[in-house]
């Protein structure tokens, strides 16, 4: 079994400057790193006033040379609130300057606040997210792509660089669901569970 660390818990105090907190964490990272530890994971929220939640890929890259072969994880990116192409070129990146230690986890979201902010709604969440995951994978796959989706729409599209880890970065789903944990399932390569979610409420298909 490994363990890693949720930063977040570290930067979350309104009352101090973030980049104070920052410093902090590196050295967190720190302590990690020598003792063993398999993983840190940066959450994403937008707007998140009075609470802080700093942008997950800046500070996976300024964690990227402190934490030797720890694992960086996008834990969770709330995926349907952006452009996959966007994404798809973030994740190459971080996954270069970390050299193949990304994994990417993802998330439908669910603040209106957010999703408002994207044309969205609650309803387009999982379609956005399954597009999304099929664009990112056809990028990554260094090929010329053509993509005709409900939301999105790309012709012509190639990468000029692709991730170092084949075919791409682990993608993990978040789930809190029997449905989300059938769609980790078959979008993804593993299921991020919630800390709320207890092992006696995990489905079937998770506990086989």
Same mark, same amino acid.
């Given at each position: 079994?490994?363990?890693?660390?949720?930063?977040?818990?570290?930067?979350?105090?309104?009352?101090?400057?973030?980049?104070?907190? *920052?410093?902090?964490?590196?050295?967190?990272?720190? *302590?990690?790193?020598?003792?063993?530890?398999?993983?840190? %994971?940066?959450?994403?929220?937008?707007?998140?006033?009075?609470? @802080?939640?700093?942008?997950?890929?800046?500070?996976?890259?300024?964690?990227?040379?402190? %934490?030797?072969?720890?694992?960086?994880?996008?834990?969770?990116?709330?995926?349907?609130?952006?452009?996959?192409?966007? @994404?798809?070129?973030?994740?190459? %990146?971080?996954?270069?300057?970390?050299?193949?230690?990304? %994994?990417?986890?993802?998330?439908?979201?669910?603040?209106?606040?957010?999703?408002?902010?994207v044309g969205a709604t609650r309803k387009d969440r999982v379609p956005r997210l399954r597009e999304?995951?099929? *664009?990112?994978?056809?990028?990554?796959?260094?090929? !010329?792509?053509?993509?005709?989706?409900?939301?999105?729409?790309?012709?012509?599209?190639?990468?000029?660089? !692709?991730?170092?880890?084949?075919?791409?970065?682990? *993608?993990?789903?978040?789930?809190?669901?029997?449905?989300?944990?059938?769609?980790?399932?078959?979008?993804?390569?593993?299921?991020?569970?919630?800390?709320? @979610?207890?092992?006696?409420?995990?489905?079937?298909?998770?506990?086989?």
């Amino acid at each position: 079994m490994d363990f890693g660390l949720y930063l977040r818990s570290f930067m979350s105090d309104p009352a101090r400057p973030l980049h104070q907190q *920052i410093d902090d964490v590196v050295e967190v990272c720190h *302590i990690a790193r020598d003792s063993g530890f398999a993983a840190v %994971t940066v959450p994403q929220h937008w707007v998140s006033h009075p609470t @802080v939640w700093p942008a997950p890929f800046p500070m996976l890259a300024r964690l990227a040379p402190e %934490t030797g072969d720890m694992r960086l994880v996008a834990g969770i990116l709330l995926l349907p609130l952006h452009n996959p192409l966007d @994404v798809a070129e973030s994740v190459a %990146t971080l996954d270069h300057i970390s050299k193949g230690r990304f %994994t990417l986890g993802v998330g439908l979201g669910y603040r209106e606040t957010e999703l408002e902010a994207v044309g969205a709604t609650r309803k387009d969440r999982v379609p956005r997210l399954r597009e999304s995951i099929e *664009i990112m994978k056809l990028l990554w796959s260094g090929e !010329t792509m053509d993509y005709e989706g409900r939301y999105w729409k790309v012709h012509n599209a190639r990468m000029g660089f !692709t991730p170092v880890q084949k075919p791409n970065p682990p *993608i993990w789903i978040a789930s809190q669901s029997d449905g989300a944990a059938r769609r980790a399932a078959k979008l993804g390569d593993g299921l991020y569970l919630a800390p709320q @979610v207890g092992f006696d409420d995990l489905p079937p298909l998770v506990q086989a």
